[in-house]
């Protein structure tokens, strides 16, 4: 414990480190970053004939294993431990002749200038910037002076740290804008991941001469030796990458520890773009009782299939992980941005990243399985894309869902998970003359899919929970033949004013929406079509709906899981609509409200499945196409009135 500094500011002192070195004897003493390590980023940057000079080399073996290996031999280290340098001299003494041990301070270093190639710093800067006191800043400001100073142009400046945000920042930040390459290094770890858990950075800093006048910065980061350097725009983008990199090596230490109580989220990202290019799910199964074969699995979900709740809900892969009967399952969802060679391609790109993420239970050499829905990534293909001044990006795609049916999707990239619209897609019909396929030929693929939209498809539980409460409407007769005025708030692609539109032949319906380019993308990719029975507003929703009269009924879809917030939004529409039904939507946060101005039109539960089961039968008219997926009378079995 007397070896520990008493205070921050001691391990700039040179009489600390004078009594460390004195009571710790002759043991090396590495701090972080054994030199098998660090070896493949200074062969890369440390050449053989290079002249090397090691700030604050305490009594590390780095310099004699660089010696001894063939790194470098031209080594000049440095230290204001007079008890650390006697001790390096008597261990390499006329072992090493071309390497020297001198007492020195690094602040005020007695080196012609650009005398050497390479500057070598491994943890010194991390001891010196300990605190951002002013005193302490001055120091690394002088540091860094004199490192450059004694450096050659085109000469490295490589700094061993844990990277700090501070101290990152700090060095990145002074060498960038003296006009230096800025380039960081993340060091792959030993096997011994209990002597310490954070990873360890190499800043690489290449000096040119300053241009006057030039404002451009060139960062990098290398998050793996053997990758590519990343580009990044600014400091704060460098801090935060580095940033990531240490969350991610504390996560992985944390899992391999111990199960995990609640789902752990993360992002692996493209090497050479940095955009997100997997996201992971961690999720433990206690009840799961695990055998040899059963601790842990990868589940990759198909494109396009991540927004279905088993997927993308908390919930829903508690289920999944429960049901597929593995301690561990880490889901795997693919983004749109990206490409993906097929499931032996996505297996040998994540297989190293996985296994960091495996659980302290599993066997050593175990094979662990990759799964997925009927063995394929499924199909995801973008056909447009733009942004709104309202909606900000957008996206259309055509993705392939459970056999052999596509469908066509809006996706607002803010709440990329979420599905804004969706519409099935037809087969396409042959020409007359045209022979049919034949069976044993494959099915089009999406690179030419199909286009003509499914208007009898309802894709939201609550759009189809809104056409049956339009039972609340009306006489004994079935509505179909029954003038109605409709409004919708909400284009979307449109796939519920268009039903309206088609299977209630005398409705009129009128949409408000706010986003024109909402509209002009329902045009063009949904098959929505304005007639004298269908006209979009370009409005605010609410300022329309204020302008209406009490009367008929207002279906309303809630989204709330605020619970304080969705009792004040009931106690509104109670003083407005003395009757409301509400309808829960199963696995959803969804709850759907039908109300009325009056009690005159009350109608119990069952009565109103009867009416919908009447409804759907004056629907599904011979010729008219109908998607049996869906029963009205049993969309309204669970009605309850509040």
Not at 43 to 72: A, F, H, I, W
Not at 83 to 110: F, K, N, T, V
Not at 540 to 548: H, I, M, N, P, R
Request: charged share 25%; hydrophobic share 40%.
């Amino acid at each position: 414990m007397a070896l520990l500094p008493r205070s921050p500011a001691e391990f700039g002192s040179a009489r600390y480190w004078e009594r460390f070195f004195r009571q710790r004897g002759d043991r090396p003493f590495e701090w972080y970053g054994t030199f098998p390590e660090l070896c493949p980023v200074l062969r890369k940057y440390v050449r053989p004939r290079d002249k090397v000079l090691v700030v604050g080399c305490g009594n590390s073996e780095l310099s004699e294993q660089m010696y001894d290996t063939g790194v470098c031999e031209d080594i000049v280290n440095i230290d204001i431990s007079d008890a650390a340098i006697r001790q390096m001299r008597q261990r390499s003494g006329s072992r090493r002749p071309r390497m020297s041990y001198l007492l020195m301070d690094m602040l005020h270093m007695d080196f012609p200038d650009a005398h050497f190639q390479v500057v070598l710093d491994k943890g010194t800067l991390d001891a010196l910037l300990a605190d951002e006191q002013e005193a302490t800043l001055a120091k690394v400001d002088k540091m860094f002076a004199e490192i450059s100073r004694v450096l050659q142009v085109g000469g490295r400046y490589l700094c061993v740290s844990l990277a700090q945000a501070h101290v990152v920042k700090k060095a990145v930040k002074y060498f960038s804008q003296e006009g230096w390459v800025v380039r960081v290094h993340q060091v792959a770890g030993s096997e011994d991941k209990q002597q310490f858990v954070l990873p360890i950075f190499v800043y690489v800093m290449t000096k040119f001469r300053k241009i006057p006048g030039s404002a451009q910065q060139i960062l990098e980061i290398c998050p793996e030796e053997q990758d590519k350097p990343m580009r990044v725009e600014s400091v704060e983008q460098l801090v935060a990458a580095v940033k990531d990199r240490q969350h991610y090596a504390l996560l992985c230490s944390q899992l391999s520890k111990s199960p995990c109580g609640e789902q752990v989220s993360l992002d692996l990202c493209d090497k050479e773009s940095g955009k997100p290019r997997y996201t992971l799910h961690v999720v433990d199964s206690p009840s799961v009782k695990t055998s040899r074969d059963n601790h842990f699995a990868i589940f990759i979900i198909p494109q396009g299939r991540e927004t279905e709740w088993l997927f993308g809900t908390e919930e829903g892969r508690r289920q999944l992980a429960t049901s597929a009967g593995f301690g561990r399952l880490v889901t795997v969802a693919l983004h749109r941005e990206q490409h993906y060679e097929g499931m032996a391609g996505i297996q040998a790109e994540l297989s190293g990243k996985v296994m960091e993420l495996a659980p302290p239970s599993l066997p050593a050499r175990q094979q662990v399985p990759f799964l997925s829905v009927g063995g394929d990534i499924g199909v995801r293909t973008v056909r447009h894309r733009d942004a709104s001044a309202l909606s900000g990006e957008f996206v259309v795609e055509d993705v392939k869902g459970d056999g052999s049916c596509y469908f066509r999707r809006l996706i607002f990239l803010r709440n990329r998970n979420v599905v804004q619209s969706e519409a099935r897609l037809l087969p396409p019909t042959p020409l007359p003359g045209q022979k049919k396929r034949r069976k044993d030929k494959k099915k089009p693929s999406l690179a030419e899919p199909p286009t003509a939209i499914d208007k009898s498809y309802l894709c939201c539980e609550h759009h189809k929970a809104m056409v049956a409460g339009l039972c609340l409407l009306g006489g004994p007769d079935p509505l179909p033949g029954t003038p109605l005025a409709v409004l919708v708030v909400g284009l979307g692609g449109g796939s519920l004013p268009l039903f309206i539109h088609d299977y209630f032949s005398p409705a009129h319906v009128a949409v408000v929406e706010i986003d024109p380019s909402v509209l002009e993308v329902a045009t063009r990719w949904f098959g929505f079509c304005q007639d004298e029975r269908m006209q979009v507003h370009v409005s605010d929703g609410l300022d329309y709906v204020a302008k209406l009269a009490a009367e008929g009924v207002f279906i309303l879809n809630l989204v709330c899981r605020d619970t304080q917030l969705k009792e004040a939004v009931l106690a509104t529409l109670r003083e407005v609509f003395p009757l409301l039904y509400t309808r829960h939507i199963e696995g959803e946060v969804n709850e759907i409200l039908f109300c009325q101005p009056s009690h005159e039109g009350r109608r119990e539960p069952a009565e109103l499945g009867t009416r919908a089961q009447a409804l759907e039968g004056a629907l599904r008219q011979p010729g008219r196409p109908w998607d049996s997926s869906y029963v009205l009378a049993d969309v309204l079995q669970a009605i309850k009135i509040l």
